[in-house]
């Protein structure tokens, strides 16, 4: 019902800028809440940050990463982005794209569809 396509990821320095895209089609992209996931080799998937479906764009991020990483959406362009100001070697990972009609704002969302994932791979 919803194809999501990431790019922006590939080989980064540590300190550098980066910034994910996830472009959206399908049913109406302003409908679902947006949000992003990474993953690295034998660790499990852990949450990024969430957006909202509207209104205000409410966001909501993983301790781990508040302060370091924003995320925005363009309704217009049917996007959503992922920023970081000063990335790190830990910050290796395929980052992934996700949607759903609702959203949650406490660390227990669980999106119902999912982009293929980007890899960013950050040296020294």
């Known amino acids: 019902q919803v194809q999501l396509v990431e790019s922006g990821g590939g080989l980064v320095q540590a300190g550098d800028s980066l910034r994910l895209s996830c472009a959206a089609s399908?049913?109406?992209?302003?409908?679902?809440?947006m949000g992003w996931f990474r993953q690295a080799p034998g660790k499990e998937r852990e949450f990024v940050a969430v957006i909202s479906v509207g209104g205000g764009f409410t966001t909501y991020y993983a301790d781990y990463v508040k302060c370091r990483f924003t995320i925005t959406r363009d309704n217009a362009k049917n996007k959503v982005y992922l920023q970081t100001n000063s990335i790190n070697q830990e910050d290796t990972d395929v980052y992934s794209c996700?949607?759903?009609?609702?959203?949650?704002?406490?660390?227990?969302?669980?999106?119902?569809?999912w982009g293929k994932g980007t890899q960013v791979n950050v040296s020294s």
């Open positions: 996700a949607a759903d009609p609702s959203a949650r704002y406490d660390g227990s969302w669980y999106p119902q569809y």
């Open positions: 399908g049913r109406t992209f302003s409908s679902y809440a």
